[in-house]
Each structure stands twice: as structure tokens, then as C-alpha cells.
């Protein structure tokens, strides 16, 4: 049902993918030159840089993030079946693993992108697909629980 834990967890989990849409998730600034470099989940931002920000596609952050979120808010509503919820969170754990994938790849190209003696840093948009790994788990163990818990319930019968 709706208002099960589970169901709280996942929606935890959208909303936290959600912010990966929202928040910056990598920045770097140099501050001899006051060059600025921003990832975001859908571009670079760039502020006084001479050269362009990397040319890459940075928008499959966005999108994955976006694919985990719909398929948590998705795997909410199919309570009657909970292996097909099953089965769905674990789409959702590579589909947040690609993710985090991503991330760690695209932050690599703008930290060439400015002086490579300086480290930029992650933001809080970076540690969000980890939140919801932790959410995807927990919610995948109660959903297992609930599914026990049926099976004990019909070999009483």
C-alpha cells in the first residue's frame, strides 16, 4: 500500500534525484586568473574562462537522474505486485549507478578543463545518487519484508 515505508523511501529517493536536477554538482574556481567552472546536471557554466568549457554531453546526467526519479515515483504506485517493485528497484540501482557514473566522469573533464594544480570541489547535488542508493536498499529490504510476510500469511490459510 501507499502508506507503507517503502513507499516513503522511494519518494525520498525521487526527491533526491530531483536535486541532482537542481543543484550544482562540481565546481572549481582559479583564484590567480578568476576562472570559474561549474557542472551542473545538464551543462558547464563558465565564467571568465578563456578557452570553452568542455564539449561534452553532459546533459546524460540529467537525464539519468530523471529516468531514477520517474521510476521510483513509478515503483511507488505498483504495490499490488511486489516482485515487479523488486525488479524495478533494481533497474533503479543502475539507473542511479550510471548516474554517479556519470558524475565522477564529467567532474574529471572540467577538472583538465581549468589549472590542473588546483582540485575542485564536489557539491552537495554530487552526494544525492548516494543518499538514494542508501533509500533504493532500504526500500527494496521492506519490500522484501511485506512480500514474507504475505507468503507467512497464505501458508496459514
Same mark, same amino acid.
Given at each position: 500500500?501507499?502508506?507503507? !515505508?517503502?513507499?516513503?523511501? /522511494? ?29 551542473? @546536471?545538464? @551543462? ?15 546533459? !546524460? #546526467?540529467? /537525464?539519468?537522474? @530523471?529516468?531514477? +526519479? +520517474?521510476?521510483?515515483?513509478?515503483? !511507488? ?14 533497474? &533503479?540501482?543502475?539507473? !542511479? ?7 565522477f566522469y564529467f567532474s574529471n573533464l572540467g577538472e583538465q578543463a581549468? &589549472? #590542473? ?10 552526494? /544525492?545518487?548516494?543518499? +538514494? ?5 532500504? @526500500? ?18
Amino acid at each position: 500500500m501507499i502508506q507503507r !515505508i517503502q513507499s516513503v523511501f /522511494l519518494l525520498l529517493l525521487a526527491l533526491a534525484m530531483l536535486g541532482v536536477l537542481l543543484l550544482p554538482l562540481w565546481h572549481k574556481t582559479d583564484a590567480l586568473t578568476h576562472q570559474e567552472l561549474t557542472l551542473t @546536471a545538464f @551543462a558547464y557554466a563558465a565564467q571568465g574562462v578563456a578557452a570553452p568549457a568542455p564539449a561534452a554531453p553532459v546533459w !546524460i #546526467i540529467g /537525464l539519468l537522474a @530523471a529516468a531514477a +526519479a +520517474a521510476l521510483a515515483l513509478f515503483e !511507488i504506485f505498483q504495490f499490488r505486485t511486489r516482485g515487479k517493485q523488486l525488479l524495478l528497484g533494481s533497474a &533503479n540501482l543502475l539507473l !542511479i549507478t550510471a548516474t554517479l557514473g556519470a558524475e565522477f566522469y564529467f567532474s574529471n573533464l572540467g577538472e583538465q578543463a581549468l &589549472n #590542473i594544480k588546483l582540485e575542485g570541489q564536489f557539491m552537495l547535488g554530487f552526494y /544525492l545518487p548516494t543518499l +538514494a542508493l542508501l533509500l533504493n536498499l532500504l @526500500a527494496s529490504r521492506f519490500i522484501r519484508r511485506d512480500e514474507q510476510l504475505v507468503r507467512s500469511a497464505d501458508r496459514l490459510r
